[in-house]
């Protein structure tokens, strides 16, 4: 954490991530060198602490990508650029552009090459799951805040169990919680007193993101009474997350047409209303790109609506889309800036992704009423209806996972529909083999509860 009277230089931010740096030159105040938190790159990535007046500067020669420590805090923490610069303990001029550290050859934006993001060390992944499952017990009883959750984000308590949504109100009458870096895996950072920096967790709403059934990254969005200063950043990424896109999707594919929003909270909320019409994409920033897990599931997309905030960053932001995706469609929403002030207005969010997909996308829908599914169902409360109605088990545990059908159940459209749904979305996959606390599942105990949560 920056405290009150620091200001971020370039060893500050990059000691944030998992990236060991190790001395390589003495030259104009010294080099750094280590691998790259983008594209993984070993020993191309470069800082240089001295320069741009003490502040410092990286650069990597694998990917290109270059800047001074505001640039680096976009790059691979999250933050927008107005953050940054508070972080820096500078004030953002009205005509800013970014600026590359050092004149490299310039990548055509046909040959763009999407980075694969490194997941966290994992020592950090297993102080994360323990906190991620504790604060998503302590939402469970949280009744105020799922109230808000629902009434302004749209997120039911289904979608809270689902996303494992949490809330942490801090520890020992503090709103936040101090632990050592190294019992997170994290590196250690000195302060100019020679102590060592504590890793600095505030309170607030946990959005966790979950890549294979692993907590890869912890985001807090922070309640506005602990926001007094201008370097109080309101979402805040626990330090050694993984900085990679979220996507959630009941087929790879995501069905072939994609929803791209910035934050995480927007897309859980159109993934809550849309089901499986759509994948949706967060960003977590607006001048994010897609990770590599994602890119060539939207390069093979028939549709990809790109619903960034509807401000001056998000229109900027969308001409990179309309260059390097040819299915690309600007799709703002109907009201407010984004899906979440749509929603508060009173918009429908599913008939707006609908309007924006080509009518051979929306079949599903039609396909889905014709097999009597409710209206409105999340991915995996479709597929408890389907448990629940018909004789189908789940077997899963960590090493199998297997749907029985009854030998006399020949429905060949359920069949197909409940094969997608188990075995397409990584998230009800990973799910029910991992946290269901029943190895056979079927129609009798198929819930979204723990054993903790029992």
Request: proline share 5%.
């Amino acid at each position: 954490m920056v405290q009150r009277g620091d200001c971020m230089n370039i060893l500050d931010a990059v000691l944030k991530t998992t990236v060991v740096l190790k001395k390589v030159a003495s030259t104009k105040g010294g080099e750094y060198a280590g691998h790259c938190p983008g594209c993984g790159g070993t020993d191309r990535f470069r800082v240089w602490p001295a320069e741009k007046g003490g502040a410092g500067s990286y650069w990597c020669r694998g990917c290109s990508k270059g800047g001074d420590t505001v640039q680096f805090l976009v790059d691979f923490l999250g933050y927008e650029y107005k953050e940054a610069f508070r972080l820096c303990d500078r004030e953002m001029p009205a005509s800013y552009r970014p600026v590359g550290r050092r004149p490299v050859d310039q990548i055509k934006k046909e040959d763009y090459q999407p980075i694969e993001h490194l997941p966290p060390v994992e020592t950090w992944q297993i102080r994360a799951t323990k906190f991620v499952d504790a604060a998503h017990q302590d939402l469970i009883k949280n009744e105020k805040t799922l109230v808000w959750l629902e009434k302004n984000r749209g997120l039911d308590i289904t979608a809270v169990k689902l996303f494992k949504l949490g809330w942490f109100g801090g520890e020992n009458d503090k709103p936040a919680m101090y632990r050592s870096r190294e019992s997170w895996g994290l590196s250690t950072i000195k302060k100019n007193d020679g102590k060592k920096k504590k890793l600095f967790i505030p309170r607030g709403l946990v959005i966790p993101y979950y890549l294979k059934g692993v907590v890869a990254r912890i985001r807090i969005r922070r309640p506005k009474i602990d926001l007094k200063t201008d370097k109080d950043v309101k979402y805040y990424i626990v330090p050694g997350s993984s900085m990679g896109s979220m996507i959630f999707s009941t087929k790879k594919d995501g069905g072939r047409g994609f929803v791209v929003v910035e934050a995480e909270l927007d897309a859980m909320l159109i993934a809550r209303q849309i089901g499986s019409m759509a994948g949706v994409v967060a960003l977590g920033s607006v001048s994010n790109k897609p990770s590599k897990n994602i890119y060539y599931y939207l390069k093979k997309a028939l549709r990809i609506l790109v619903a960034l905030d509807y401000d001056k960053a998000g229109v900027q932001a969308f001409k990179w889309w309309q260059e390097n995706f040819k299915n690309a469609r600007e799709w703002p929403t109907p009201a407010g800036k984004d899906p979440g002030e749509a929603y508060k207005a009173g918009e429908n969010i599913k008939d707006w992704v609908e309007a924006g997909l080509p009518p051979v996308m929306t079949l599903l829908n039609r396909y889905e009423k014709m097999l009597g599914v409710p209206e409105g169902l999340f991915p995996i409360q479709e597929l408890a209806y389907f448990l629940k109605k018909y004789p189908i088990k789940i077997i899963a545990d960590q090493d199998r996972g297997e749907i029985i059908f009854d030998s006399g159940f020949n429905n060949k459209q359920i069949k197909t529909r409940v094969n997608q749904l188990f075995f397409n979305d990584e998230e009800i996959f990973y799910y029910l083999k991992i946290h269901h606390p029943d190895q056979v599942i079927q129609g009798d105990n198929f819930d979204f509860l723990t054993k903790e949560e029992k």
